[in-house]
């Protein structure tokens, strides 16, 4: 499932996130962090995770998330990994197709995350740069994705993906991983649709019997397939 979470930040906050990853802040090569796999893909740029500003980053962006009722109910979220900053211009414009690694080591929190969903939060407007869409292969095909500054991207970290060649401007993203509580896709799915279509009963007709029942349902399956 893919899935877009819209508006987790206003223009002020996007302005000042941006200011903050200016030409000043500590950009390092991105391919300090990559894998085996991912290293001859990656040519990009990334803020220093061990920063003092990388840190006070994490904290907007894990808030702005964790704010959205959405993402809550797509994701089922058990653990995070620690958001990361990427930045693509110039010759640093690309990462080519790869799958992300398994579980991840967090150097900031010392935790190990099974990345069962990938996020991307994009941080400035697709009219600033040129190319750079965010490509997802699936069982549907490839699914190019460029939104607006604020919107964030959630997908199945068993995607292969990749970042089209930045040809103008700069592409500013927060990325990081969450670990749900339902490790399978399909079934956190089936979650996801139920709880959406109970949100429009209720609007519709109020709490009845049937959506009391309906709700039972859903977290006798989330009993059944959550690991906490």
Same mark, same amino acid.
């Given at each position: ?22 030409? !000043? ?9 990559? @894998? @085996? ?20 980053? !994490? !904290? ?10 959405? *993402? ?23 990462? @080519? ?41 699936? $069982? ?28 103008? @401007? !700069?592409?500013?993203?927060?990325? *990081? ?33 049937? $959506? &009391?029942?309906?709700?039972? &349902? ?11």
């Amino acid at each position: 499932m893919i899935l877009v979470l819209k508006n987790l930040f206003s223009p002020e906050e996007l302005a000042s996130i941006r200011s903050d990853l200016g030409p !000043q802040a500590p950009w390092i090569s991105g391919a300090s962090s990559a @894998g @085996g796999q991912a290293v001859t893909q990656k040519n990009n740029q990334q803020l220093a995770q061990d920063s003092a500003l990388a840190k006070a980053l !994490q !904290q907007r962006i894990l808030h702005a998330v964790q704010a959205d009722p959405l *993402f809550f109910s797509a994701a089922l979220p058990h653990k995070i990994f620690n958001p990361l900053f990427n930045r693509y211009s110039g010759a640093s414009n690309h990462y @080519g197709p790869h799958i992300d690694g398994a579980v991840l080591h967090s150097r900031q929190t010392g935790e190990r995350v099974r990345t069962d969903l990938s996020c991307t939060v994009f941080l400035n407007d697709p009219a600033d740069y040129g190319g750079g869409e965010l490509t997802v292969h699936d $069982t549907y095909g490839a699914q190019s994705i460029k939104l607006p500054a604020g919107h964030a991207v959630l997908y199945p970290g068993t995607s292969l993906h990749e970042v089209r060649p930045v040809t103008r @401007g !700069q592409r500013l993203a927060s990325f *990081f991983w969450i670990q749900s509580m339902v490790r399978s896709d399909e079934q956190r799915r089936l979650l996801f649709d139920l709880d959406m279509n109970l949100l429009k009963l209720r609007q519709q007709h109020g709490e009845t019997a049937e $959506t &009391t029942a309906l709700t039972g &349902t859903y977290h006798n399956l989330l009993r059944m397939w959550a690991a906490v």
